[in-house]
């Protein structure tokens, strides 16, 4: 069982920049892969960026390529997304996901945190 809960969310400005973080407890964070999923509102769930076990390969949807950057510290048993140049389109409740194998697909995750809201004003 992992437990993870995400922080750094809030309200920012277009072009502004604000960098999640996902600390897990539980079953060792390295074992996993991690990923970053978005939710606006009306909207389904969707992929942002995935890291692997070690952190050395990386895979962004299209929508954060770019801007968005994806990093974790398995000593810290976190995972981090920073994000610059946030567009109003970016606003969305935010998830980290763990899971056993890379994927963009929800489906692909086994473990989930409660979500952090970020607002990005135009």
């Known amino acids: 069982q992992v437990q993870l809960v995400e922080s750094g969310g809030g309200l920012v400005q277009a072009g502004g920049s604000l960098r999640l973080s996902c600390t897990a407890s539980?079953?060792?964070?390295?074992?996993?892969?991690m990923g970053w999923f978005r939710r606006a509102p009306g909207k389904e769930r969707e992929f942002v960026v995935g890291?692997?076990?070690?952190?050395?390969?990386?895979y962004y949807a299209d929508s954060g390529k770019g801007r968005f950057t994806i990093s974790r510290d398995n000593a810290k048993n976190t995972v981090y997304l920073q994000m610059n140049r946030l567009k109003p389109e970016d606003t969305a409740v935010y998830y980290c996901?763990?899971?056993?194998?890379?994927?963009?697909?929800?489906?692909?995750?086994?473990?989930w945190g409660q979500g952090t809201q970020v607002t990005v004003s135009s």
């Open positions: 996901a763990a899971g056993e194998g890379a994927s963009s697909r929800p489906a692909g995750y086994d473990y």
């Open positions: 539980g079953r060792t964070f390295s074992s996993y892969t």
């Open positions: 890291i692997s076990r070690s952190g050395g390969s990386t």
